[in-house]
């Protein structure tokens, strides 16, 4: 059975329920739309996890973010990923200092774009492996390391990497270990008829908006930690388990998985399941997450993590329609379908 929650903790549920309310009104002051992705980002940045953009040119991507951490008051860093990109152009570099007062020659390590609280890795698909993997160890471990020193990075410490889905000449591909690493892949959409004449009728006047901050990084540090202290039953954690385990090809998985999954998704998306629906739960001001949670975290957390075998792509089947066909069939504890 889950624990209750502390009543300090109950009183930063309501501090962050009224946090998402103001970051939202303060957003709303420059993008236009998106909600469901802002929300999405949210879930994230308090569950401390890493998220993929994905979405063509032109949606304000880059605006959202900086944006967002401008509100939120964190520091923000732009890595545009190009072919010729190399890894000390991310962590950052030695160089050979001459020191006035005593004439010496040192080393002095000058740190690089990674150093930032909110990092947008820009197309990130566009730079070689080897690029990619020095901004994928900084994800995973937080820290850098030049030389022979360890440079720990600043918390909290949040990547969004973006990628275009409809261009993939001299693109370099993230192979699904790495892509393992994001806990959500969040696409973004074209805005309504309603809300692009807005934008329109906006950008193109005198109008300049000024977001005001909403919080600083000690208290997302606070949420964040408070994400996860939050109580999780029993059978919210055995109904992501089984979600994601039944994503996977196996003699006792459903015909649909054999057919059309190549390789299903691993304990860590049962993890992310878990987290998001709790962190879900917290910027709602609720107390513990339910199986609802998890249902409505389950595509993001799972599109990138689940691989359509050729019988998929024949048949015009995509991750989202196997997740889908996984939530209608996978049975939660007391044996409904979720």
């Known amino acids: 059975m889950a624990q ?34 802002v929300e999405q980002l949210l879930t994230v940045l308090f569950a401390n996890g890493h998220c993929l953009l994905v979405g063509v040119p032109g949606l304000a991507k880059t605006l959202l ?13 732009r890595i545009q990923f190009t072919p010729d990109l190399m890894p000390s152009d991310i962590t950052g570099t030695e160089i050979l200092e001459d020191d006035p007062a005593t004439g010496k020659r040192a080393f002095k ?40 020193t360890t440079y720990q990075l600043d918390l909290p410490f949040f990547v969004l990497a973006t990628q275009n889905p409809i261009e993939f000449e001299g693109t370099y591909p993230l192979p699904e270990a790495q892509l ?4 959500y892949h969040i696409s973004v959409g074209y805005p309504t008829d309603a809300e692009e004449e807005r934008i329109v009728a906006t950008t193109t006047s005198a109008y300049e908006a000024s977001p005001k901050k909403v919080m600083g990084v000690q208290r997302i540090l606070d949420l964040q930690h408070l994400v996860r202290r939050i109580p999780v039953s029993e059978h919210v954690v055995r109904y992501a388990v089984r979600l994601a385990r039944s994503s996977r090809p196996g003699p006792d998985s459903a015909s649909f998985v054999r057919d059309w999954v ?23 001001g609720r107390p513990t997450p339910g199986a609802e949670d998890v249902r409505t975290v389950a595509p ?32 939660s504890v007391d044996g409904k379908h979720a």
């Open 300 to 331: 993001a957390v799972l599109r990138h993590r689940i691989i359509p075998n050729f019988n998929a792509e024949a048949d015009g089947i995509s991750s989202l329609d196997i997740i889908a066909k996984l939530l209608e069939t996978t049975p």
């Open 65 to 77: 973010v900086s944006t967002l951490a401008t509100i939120l008051d964190l520091k923000f860093s």
């Open 262 to 284: 190549s390789w299903g998704a691993g304990p860590r998306a049962a993890q992310y399941l878990v987290l998001g629906a709790k962190a879900r739960a917290a910027i709602q």
């Open 4 to 37: 209750p929650v502390a009543t300090s903790d109950v009183q930063l549920l309501e501090e962050l329920k009224t946090a998402r309310g103001e970051i939202l009104t303060e957003l709303r002051k420059i993008i236009v739309g998106q909600d469901a992705v």
């Open 180 to 183: 393992d690493r994001f806990m």
């Open 109 to 148: 390590f000058i740190r690089g774009p990674i150093f930032a609280n909110m990092v947008l890795a820009d197309e990130i698909n566009r730079t070689p492996p080897k690029t990619q993997a020095a901004l994928l160890q900084s994800m995973q471990e937080y820290r850098v390391t030049a030389g022979a």
